[in-house]
């Protein structure tokens, strides 16, 4: 286990819950035949297309796949929506800069999510309102 998760208090058990929520859906990332990483997304609920989580092996980060792989995503989803989703706790900043830096704006605080002291960021990008929306 390591961060985000070891603050979050994320365990194992937790983990394996979310991956088999049938609510989601969930992208093996390959560089041929290594995984190295996944990508978690929810098409439906509340926020239809919330990139729900989005992790890369440590040892292949920056060299771009996490930006490419939210790109994809991101093509997927405004298919069907002219919003995306996403969540970051307020102390992974790298991850929410590179988030801002794909154009996501942070849309609200979700004070004492998941752990009392650190609060999860929710951000969007957006094509526009749901009503001017054609699929
Ligand atoms: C957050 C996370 C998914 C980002 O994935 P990544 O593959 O490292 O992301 P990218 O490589 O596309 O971009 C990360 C940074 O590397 C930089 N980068 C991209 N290609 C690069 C390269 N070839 N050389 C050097 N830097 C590079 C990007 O510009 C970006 O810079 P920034 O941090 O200054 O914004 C990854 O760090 C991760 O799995 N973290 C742990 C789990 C986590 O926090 N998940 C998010 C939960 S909300």
Aim: charged share 25%; aromatic share 12%.
């Amino acid at each position: 286990m390591n961060e985000p998760w070891i603050t979050l208090q994320r365990n194992y058990d937790h983990s394996i819950k979310l991956l088999e929520d049938p609510l989601s859906e969930v992208y093996i990332l390959k560089d041929g035949i290594v995984r190295v990483g996944f990508i978690m997304i929810k098409l439906k609920g509340a926020f239809t297309g919330y990139i729900q989580t989005i992790v890369i092996n440590d040892t292949y980060r920056r060299k771009g796949i996490g930006e490419a792989a939210i790109r994809y995503i991101e093509e997927l989803i405004f298919k069907v929506s002219p919003n995306v989703f996403i969540c970051a706790s307020s102390f992974n900043t790298r991850a929410l800069k590179l988030y801002q830096s794909m154009g996501f704006e942070i849309v609200g605080i979700l004070k004492d999510y998941v752990v009392k002291g650190y609060d999860e960021v929710f951000l969007r990008k957006t094509k526009g309102p749901l009503n001017d929306f054609k699929r």
